[in-house]
């Protein structure tokens, strides 16, 4: 495509539910990325997809979040039992190459999750 | 660790050049980049400089690395209101076998312009 999506661009939910957020990565992009933009953390890594693998997840928050990339592009993150503190705008990135600094990571318009 | 830190606000008349600082702590760092986010806009890259570059400039942005000090500033000439926006100085740490390429990302300087 054109550019990163993301899917749903808003999402309210209710504590203790479950969400899926969607990015859509560039067309032939190997690398793609989870970042999360909050007013207490400001923008931090999640987890970096190579492929379908995930070689880095240092940045998830807790075993309540996961992630998966299907076919080398589309790539959902589940955040399981949502809390209130999860609430911040999940922005995804995705680049050509993988694990290379550099490389320029082109970002989507983010899912702004609201937990209520 | 890694860690990157920028002042949060910056007040500047149109016209006037516009200096936003950022000091990071991981000396292996390869490539130090400025993002730009606009009000309910993505991110978007502005320019990077690769560590072995003391300065680049590109139209109206001049960045200013001083490795030894680990410090980096993005210089606006000519600041417009358009430049309104908040800005984000990140890294990447050094390329190996561990390196995924992720950004580890400043608190971001908004950047307020006035007419």
């Known amino acids: 495509g054109a550019g990163v999506s993301q899917s749903p661009s808003n999402k309210v939910t209710e504590k203790g539910k479950d969400v899926e957020l969607r990015c859509d990565p560039i067309?032939?992009?190997?690398?793609l990325y989870w970042y999360r933009q909050s007013l207490g953390q400001g923008l931090e890594f999640l987890i970096y997809?190579?492929?379908?693998?995930?070689?880095?997840k240092s940045g998830l928050p807790s075993d309540r979040f996961s992630a998966e990339r299907t076919g080398g592009s589309v790539s959902t993150l589940t955040i399981q039992r949502t809390q209130q503190e999860d609430s911040a705008v999940y922005l995804c990135?995705?680049?050509?190459?993988?694990?290379?600094?550099?490389?320029?990571?082109?970002f989507g318009p983010g899912t702004r999750l609201t937990v209520l | 660790g890694e860690d990157v830190e920028q002042s949060l606000f910056l007040s500047v008349r149109e016209g006037d050049s516009s200096v936003i600082n950022c000091t990071y702590t991981?000396?292996?760092?390869?490539?130090l980049y400025w993002y730009k986010q606009e009000p309910g806009a993505g991110l978007q890259l502005l320019t990077y400089?690769?560590?072995?570059?003391d300065m680049k400039q590109d139209q109206r942005l001049t960045v200013l690395l001083n490795k030894k000090d680990k410090h980096l500033s993005l210089r606006i000439a000519d600041t417009q209101t358009g430049d309104s926006a908040i800005y984000f100085c990140?890294?990447?740490?050094?390329?190996?076998?561990?390196?995924?390429?992720?950004?580890?990302f400043g608190q971001g300087t908004t950047l307020q312009v006035k007419p």
């Open positions: 990135a995705s680049s050509l190459l993988a694990g290379v600094p550099g490389d320029t990571q082109y």
């Open positions: 067309s032939g992009h190997t690398a």
């Open positions: 997809f190579q492929g379908n693998s995930a070689p880095d």
């Open positions: 991981d000396s292996s760092s390869t490539y």
């Open positions: 400089i690769f560590s072995n570059m």
């Open positions: 990140a890294e990447t740490p050094a390329y190996g076998s561990s390196n995924t390429g992720k950004l580890i």
